[in-house]
């Protein structure tokens, strides 16, 4: 099972303000970074660190992070953004990689 | 730009070895500033980090799958390369390679491959 737990599924009304989180006692020591997958493609980087955007990647992507959660918000959601967001980090050994469960956002 | 991209067998047997190289191009894979991930997805299911090799030839592996996996990084022709062994039809996903950056608590798989899928079956 993985160590960084994200909700399956959130929905948001188009133009508003959704937030996707992603639990894991390992973000109290590292950053989350944060991937959008859509379907029979690779996932794409989002958000990584503190809140860096890759080049490319539009400013209504965000992210933060408060204790052992990090999140991923999307303010003003648009109808392409209804796809999959997966985070990553350490694991709680510090020692590998592992991703979170993975959220299905549904653009209403 | 950098790009990935993934090679190898469709369709591996159950018991027996998939590899899978992965061939970068527009970057060289002996920079220091990143490490080099495989990555798989099962169909209709989440990512699973495989392990990653840095340019010096160091591995680590997800402890789930240790036994079985090796990692290798070919310099010269700017490529690496997974080898699963002893599979079976749960190994059947969509397996990634991608770039792992890393600077001191930031990790973040930068650029993926686009990805292809084995199927374990007989």
């Known amino acids: 099972s993985s160590e960084l737990t994200q909700d399956p599924a959130v929905s948001v009304a188009l133009g508003q303000t959704v937030r996707i989180t992603c639990q894991g006692d390992?973000?109290?020591?590292?950053?989350a970074s944060w991937y959008q997958q859509k379907p029979g493609q690779a996932p794409v980087l989002v958000i990584y660190g503190k809140n860096d955007r890759p080049s490319g990647i539009p400013d209504r992507f965000s992210g933060s992070s408060s204790g052992n959660t990090a999140s991923l918000t999307i303010t003003g959601a648009q109808a392409e953004d209804e796809v999959d967001y997966y985070c990553?980090?350490?694991?709680?050994?510090?020692?590998?990689?592992?991703f979170g469960t993975g959220t299905k956002v549904t653009v209403l | 730009q950098v790009q990935l991209q993934e090679s190898g067998p469709g369709l591996v047997k159950p018991s027996e070895t998939l590899s899978l190289t992965c061939t970068v191009s527009?970057?060289?894979?002996?920079?220091?500033?990143?490490?080099w991930s495989w990555i798989r997805q099962p169909p209709g299911k989440g990512l699973e980090w495989i392990g990653y090799i840095y340019y010096s030839g160091s591995t680590n592996y997800n402890p789930s799958l240790k036994s079985r996996v090796t990692i290798s990084i070919d310099t010269s022709n700017n490529r690496l390369s997974l080898k699963l062994s002893s599979v079976t039809a749960a190994d059947t996903a969509v397996y990634y390679c991608a770039r792992d950056l890393v600077r001191g608590v930031i990790y973040a798989f930068d650029i993926w491959g686009q990805g292809t899928m084995v199927t374990v079956s007989s």
């Open positions: 390992s973000l109290r020591n590292y950053y």
């Open positions: 990553s980090s350490r694991d709680s050994s510090g020692n590998h990689r592992v």
């Open positions: 527009g970057g060289s894979v002996s920079s220091g500033s990143y490490y």
